[in-house]
C-alpha cells in the first residue's frame, strides 16, 4: 500500500522568501513522485515528477524537488516566492505502468504575503 | 503540450436527478483514464481507471451501476452520476496518462446536489 504524508497542512511565507513544502512516502516498489498544485476553486496543475536520474528535478515556474530514497522524501521547494504562488500543493505516488493508481498526500497550503 | 478539457465547469443537480460530464485530451494519447473526486474537505478519492480496450476498475466505495464510465478511444471519457445525493457533491477530476506516464488533469466539474 503506498501512502503520502504531508506534514505541513499550512504554510505561510513572504513574497520573495524561500520555501520548502514536505513530502514522505511508503512504497517498497518501483515508483514515481510527482507534485502537483491546485488555485482556489480549480483543478490540478502538474508541476514535475521524478521517477529516475537525477534525483533533483526542475518543474515550472522556478518549482524545483528533490528525491532522497533513504528519507523517503520528496520535498518541493522555491528559492523566491510570489504572492501568485498561493495555492495548495499536492505530493502524490505511483506505482510504475500506465495502469496505475496515484496516490495524493492531503495537500499543504502555500500563502504568499505581500 | 497535454491539456485535458473537461466539462460542464460545474453543475447543479436536483438530489436523485443524474448529470454526465466529459473530459478530452488534447495533444496526446490518453492510454488511460483515471476519476477522481476531490471532497469539500480537499481530499481525492480515486472512484475508477479506465484503459481504452480494457475493463474499467472500480475502486471500493465506487460501482458501475451509480458511475458508469465510457472511454471509446484515446481522446475522450464520459462519467455519469446516477441518482446523485448530497454525498456525492465536491469537484470531479478526470486525469488522462499518455506514453510518458504522466497523469494530466482537467480543470474538473464541480457537482452541487440540491
Known amino acids: 500500500t503506498q501512502t503520502v504524508s504531508q506534514s505541513d497542512a499550512h504554510v505561510t511565507v513572504f513574497e520573495g522568501d524561500s520555501v520548502e513544502l514536505r513530502c514522505n512516502y511508503s512504497?517498497?516498489?518501483?515508483?514515481?513522485l510527482s507534485w502537483y498544485i491546485q488555485h482556489h476553486g480549480r483543478g490540478l496543475q502538474f508541476l514535475l515528477k521524478y521517477y529516475s536520474g537525477n534525483p533533483v528535478v526542475q518543474g515550472v515556474n522556478g518549482f524545483e524537488a528533490e528525491f532522497s530514497k533513504s528519507d523517503s522524501s520528496f520535498h518541493l521547494r522555491k528559492a523566491s516566492v510570489h504572492w501568485s504562488d498561493s495555492a495548495v500543493y499536492f505530493c502524490?505516488?505511483?506505482?510504475?505502468?500506465?495502469?496505475?493508481?496515484?496516490?495524493f498526500g492531503k495537500g499543504t497550503k502555500l500563502s504568499v504575503k505581500s | 503540450g497535454a491539456l485535458v478539457y473537461q466539462y460542464p465547469r460545474r453543475t447543479i443537480c436536483k438530489s436523485g436527478t443524474s448529470m454526465r460530464m466529459e473530459c478530452q485530451a488534447v495533444?496526446?494519447?490518453?492510454?488511460?483514464v483515471a476519476w477522481y473526486r476531490q471532497s469539500p474537505q480537499k481530499t481525492f478519492e480515486l472512484i475508477a481507471l479506465?484503459?481504452?480496450?480494457?475493463?474499467?476498475?472500480?475502486e471500493q466505495n465506487f460501482t458501475q451501476e451509480k458511475f458508469p464510465i465510457s472511454h471509446p478511444n484515446l481522446s475522450f471519457s464520459s462519467m455519469t452520476v446516477l441518482n446523485a445525493y448530497l454525498e456525492d457533491r465536491g469537484l470531479y477530476l478526470c486525469g488522462a496518462r499518455g506514453s510518458a506516464e504522466t497523469l494530466y488533469f482537467g480543470s474538473g466539474t464541480r457537482l452541487t446536489v440540491l
Open positions: 502524490a505516488v505511483s506505482e510504475r505502468g500506465s495502469n496505475a493508481k496515484l496516490t
Open positions: 479506465s484503459t481504452v480496450n480494457s475493463a474499467i476498475k472500480y
Open positions: 512504497y517498497g516498489g518501483s515508483i514515481y
Open positions: 495533444g496526446f494519447q490518453a492510454t488511460s
